[in-house]
């Protein structure tokens, strides 16, 4: 029993550490980061659970780095919602190929959340809610294709880490 606890807390730690190097490694790429399509399969290989705790921590830590704000309050909210979201779809037992187009799908959702948020948080300024969406809507293009295309590689690699195996 606690060697499990010691190895599941290590293997969310681990997971987090690597989180975190990936978002401040593509910082300079606007929205194009990786760890939407680890947090997504992370909930198909560890769990629900654990894919909320290391996104959360993820959150947290790069916000430590990059810097804090009321925004990273609204990502953990809306990340856990969609990796919910992401867990019922992969149990209808859809191919990687399904699933890399729902996370695309995901990311864009994510995008306009966030917009939300930040607008209700913020403000919407003179263009309202559709102006302030539509201006970073290339972010979360940006955001949904990295996604698309990080998805089906993460879970080739995850395929082939036996501590990961289902």
């Known amino acids: ?46 769990g629900f659970y654990d894919s909320l705790a290391i996104m959360s921590l993820t959150m947290l830590l790069t916000g430590m780095l990059l810097g804090f704000s009321p925004i990273i309050i609204g990502q953990i909210l809306v990340y856990a919602v969609l ?30 959340l966030i917009s939300l948020f930040s607008g209700l948080l913020y403000g919407f300024g003179s263009g309202g809610f559709i102006a302030y969406w539509l201006a970073g809507l290339p972010f979360d293009a940006a955001h949904a294709l990295s996604t698309l295309i990080f998805y089906p590689i993460v879970i080739i690699i995850l395929q082939r880490t036996k501590a990961l195996k289902k």
């Open 83 to 112: 990796i919910l979201i992401f867990k019922g779809f992969s149990k209808v037992n859809a191919g990687p190929i399904f699933l890399s187009i729902i996370s695309a799908i995901l990311a864009l959702v994510f995008g306009f």
């Open 1 to 46: 029993m606690k060697n499990k606890l010691v190895s599941r807390m290590t293997l969310i730690a681990l997971l987090t550490a690597l989180c975190c190097v990936l978002r401040v490694a593509f910082v300079e790429f606007p929205n194009v980061k990786p760890i939407t399509a680890l947090f997504f399969a992370f909930s198909i290989y560890i």
